[in-house]
């Protein structure tokens, strides 16, 4: 081991922390880390959302620790309490949630707000979390994406003109009504809509809102959905959709280039922009 690892080490092992954020599994309790397990022994304290819940994670482990809840309906008249267990008594927490990683769609942030005003030290340990799990299981673009919480329908005029990849969580009572207000705001889209991420009965649905519609009417919705809705198509794309019904009709009446030529013509998008897209509706007709 070098010299700067044998100077380094131990300095990084002395530091304490009052508070540790650590993610849970989302259904594959396999998917905890082993350095997850070893703060949840070590803390005086574990906050979770549900005792109930998060028992079974304790229990799996080993571990037996004081746990207190800390949620949503709670949040502001328990984080004094926390904060003076720390500051008065050198209380150590852990902050876990039911399932992923705590301050997504949880109040985890607001206590990371009181210990920031109350310089005391906290560190994360990360792991599973939905929203990403599922954006990368739905292919679609991840270089810019906007995670969103639970969909709410209000949203989605604004949320139709963001340009990047959204993410939305819904419950499955919920699902179809969902969908169905989607489909005036994400017209042609690519809608991704993952289920028991990590479980037996992991599934990942991809299409456009008409199919996903018809496939939910079909198949009634079960556990804890993430949608994943891929961002905006281009003008140029839109008018070349705009073209789609044209080109089928003379597509085996002109040569690729000659037609590529005219609409060019006609529409003002290039020449080569046509001539790929006529391939590629040519090559989606010979797979069907």
């Known amino acids: 081991m070098c010299l700067l690892c044998v100077q380094v080490f131990p300095l990084i092992n002395k530091i304490r922390y009052s508070l540790h954020i650590v993610s849970t599994p989302i ?73 992923g990683t705590p301050t997504i769609s949880d109040p985890g942030y607001k206590l990371i707000n009181a210990c920031i005003e109350n310089d005391i030290r906290y560190t994360v340990i990360p792991g599973a979390c939905a929203a990403i799990a599922a954006l990368t299981l739905s292919g ?66 991809r299409g456009n809102l008409d199919f996903l519609i018809d496939y939910f009417e079909r198949n009634q919705p079960r556990g804890e959905f993430v949608i994943v809705i891929s961002p905006p198509t281009s003008m140029v794309e839109e008018e070349l959709e705009s073209l789609n019904p044209l080109i089928r009709k003379l597509i085996d009446k002109i040569r690729n280039d000659e037609l590529s030529r005219i609409l060019a013509e006609f529409s003002g998008i290039s020449r080569n922009k046509i001539y790929q897209y006529i391939h590629f509706i040519q090559s989606t007709e010979n797979h069907n």
């Open 27 to 99: 259904g594959n309790i396999k998917d905890f880390s082993v350095r997850g397990a070893e703060i949840l022994r070590e803390v005086d304290i574990i906050l979770c959302e549900d005792t109930r819940v998060s028992r079974r994670l304790v229990c799996h482990l080993n571990i037996d620790a004081k746990m207190m809840v800390y949620n949503d309906h709670n949040a502001v008249s328990i984080i004094p309490k926390i904060i003076g267990a720390i500051k008065n008594d050198d209380k150590t927490f852990a902050l876990i949630t039911d399932a």
């Open 140 to 205: 679609l673009p991840s270089d810019k994406f906007l995670f969103n919480g639970f969909a709410n329908p209000k949203n989605f005029a604004a949320l139709a003109k963001v340009n990047a990849t959204i993410i939305l969580y819904e419950a499955p009572h919920r699902l179809l009504s969902t969908l169905k207000k989607m489909e005036g705001y994400f017209v042609n889209r690519i809608i991704s809509i993952s289920r028991e991420i990590t479980k037996v009965f992991e599934e990942t649905i």
